[in-house]
């Protein structure tokens, strides 16, 4: 088991930021592929944006989020961060970190293995 446990949600108006946190702990992360995945009411769990914890330069995000999210990690803390950017309603969603041992950096959420328990964002107008 990876505990990952996310912080940082809340409530924003429209064109707000926020960062979320995702802490990981337990082993060495070299080979993960990390992500986070949001899921709004009534709808699929979706891919937000993933990386390899290896591999810093290379960052991927959903065309929905391209140019307002960003994710990085930091090696020393085990934390992986979303900043968000100039959030939209449509944003508003529970937010899940999710670790994939062995890298895939899928777009699926049958990739991972591991999930923390989510955290709230609601954007208000």
């Known amino acids: 088991q990876v505990p990952l446990v996310e912080s940082g949600g809340g409530l924003v108006q429209a064109g707000g930021s926020l960062r979320l946190s995702c802490a990981a702990s337990?082993?060495?992360?070299?080979?993960?592929?990390m992500a986070w995945f949001r899921q709004a009411p009534g709808k699929e769990r979706e891919f937000v944006a993933g990386m390899r914890w290896s591999d810093i330069t290379r960052t991927y995000v959903a065309d929905s989020v391209k140019g307002r999210f960003t994710i990085s990690r930091n090696n020393a803390k085990n934390t992986v961060y979303l900043q968000m950017d100039s959030l939209e309603r449509e944003d508003t969603a529970v937010y899940y970190c999710?670790?994939?041992?062995?890298?895939?950096?899928?777009?699926?959420?049958?990739?991972?293995?591991?999930w923390g328990q989510g955290t709230q964002v609601t954007v208000s107008s």
């Open positions: 337990g082993r060495a992360f070299v080979n993960y592929a």
């Open positions: 999710a670790a994939d041992p062995i890298g895939r950096l899928g777009r699926g959420p049958s990739s991972y293995d591991y």
